[in-house]
């Protein structure tokens, strides 16, 4: 079969399975940028329970397909797909590796500002160092993350956690609770270059997150250096962000490069409520109810 298949078994039906987390970036502080172009960035990461799903099992020759709601996107441009090229670094590191049937099923938006291409590759480095049953060094499977992408290491932990540098450098938030909250996309995509591009200041102040405060407040004292400038690319951001407010979401912010906002709310039958009543005033906009994992579970 050729490495671009539609819609197989279920994921269950697969010999490993991974989930591939929703990234959710409660907060992005823009404070430098470095010679060869990188940004440094500091932020404040979090996970949903809501993301793609990937499963694996062995085959006779290398196979990759795609099922959910945004396979489409994926399935028109398979040679750009992080996974595929997961598994070809990890197999290289390992020294060879047999076949493998990959299906994906995504869930998340593509180029969205949630992580989803870098949780897909992370998954897939898990993945595929259980199916293989590799023993390579930890070492070894985090240079790889980070040669597929500045945000796969922090998929790759897929926990609560702050990361510095261009996203290398990480730590664990092992107090921050877990957050009832609305995933709201306009599916309208973002040029992540051209909001960097377009950010005027990038020397801002650092992320801050005095631990005397309660995490809300703390939250509420952080930013998004990025959403400004993507507010001005995709005016619907703005508005999508709004809507969030008008639900009564405790906080609402862009996540990452957008387009994806999230909204926390007071609990998830709230959340549930709000995206079910914004997914029926704008049924053609992407709106997910979830909660994010507690640090240090």
Known sequence: MPETGMLISVIGDFAVTEDACAK???ALHVTGQRPDGYHLLEMLV???RHGDRLGFAPADADDFTLSGQFADVLADEPGTNLVLK?????????????PVHIHLEKN????SGIGGGSADAAATLRG??????????????ATLALKLGADVPMCL????????????EIETADTLPSFAMVLANPLKGVSTPEVFRRLVTKNNPPLALPRTLHWMEAIRATRNDLEPPARDLVPEIAEIS????SEGALLTRMSGSGATCFGIFETPIAALRAAERLHAAHPDWYFQATETFAGGA
């Open 242 to 245: 709004a809507m969030l407010a």
């Open 86 to 98: 997961a598994r070809d670094l990890l197999r290289e590191a390992a020294g060879g590796a047999p």
């Open 24 to 26: 959710i970036n409660l």
């Open 157 to 168: 932990r897929s926990v609560p956690l702050i990361a510095r540098g261009i996203g290398e």
């Open 108 to 111: 998340l938006p593509v180029s």
């Open 128 to 141: 595929l160092v259980r199916l293989w049953n590799l023993t390579l060094p930890a070492e070894t499977i």
């Open 46 to 48: 979090t996970f949903a």
